[in-house]
């Protein structure tokens, strides 16, 4: 698989898990990952799914709109960049949101 | 200087080039650099440079929203994520940009 269909295939994976079993993303998150949630910096996966968890929403459906990557270090990583909407049950608008996954 | 007082004072003087002396950027890139611009990738220092060259506008000006950055690889690297708005001379409402260095 080509480096451009598998980056689309992880946030395709990644985005349908967080928008119908958030928990389910755990397995995506080890102990040395971080997320940073708007300036905040969270480290290992139990945290990490934790904050998405307290989230103040449940209900949500994220569509993709690009997703860019390139390669990342020399044991074969890659960089995805994702941007698109975030549609909330019961809200009329979407919100944007973009996210980087190394 | 802690990680994210560099990764801002690197996004400052990133967009302050681009801004004032667009081909002084070249000094920012390496020959193994990768760009992806809206889904096109360009490689190398001199074709990155030619393609923000190539642009079509001249005078621009970048206003730095968030600056977020997160250690990557083991050689002590950096992942910064910038967004921001980009106001374009003789346009009346700026675009929305968001830009990942590694």
Do not use: W
């Amino acid at each position: 698989m080509d480096p451009d269909s598998l980056a689309k295939a992880f946030v395709e994976h990644y985005y349908s898990t967080f928008d119908t079993n958030r928990g389910g993303l755990a397995s995506l998150y080890q102990d040395a990952s971080m997320l940073t949630f708007e300036g905040q910096k969270i480290q290992g996966s139990s945290n990490i799914v934790a904050k998405l968890n307290s989230l103040p929403f449940q209900q949500c459906n994220h569509s993709i709109s690009t997703v860019d990557c390139q390669p990342s270090g020399p044991a074969g990583g890659m960089i995805v960049f994702v941007s698109g909407n975030l549609q909330l049950a019961g809200e009329q608008h979407a919100l944007k949101f973009s996210q980087v996954s190394n």
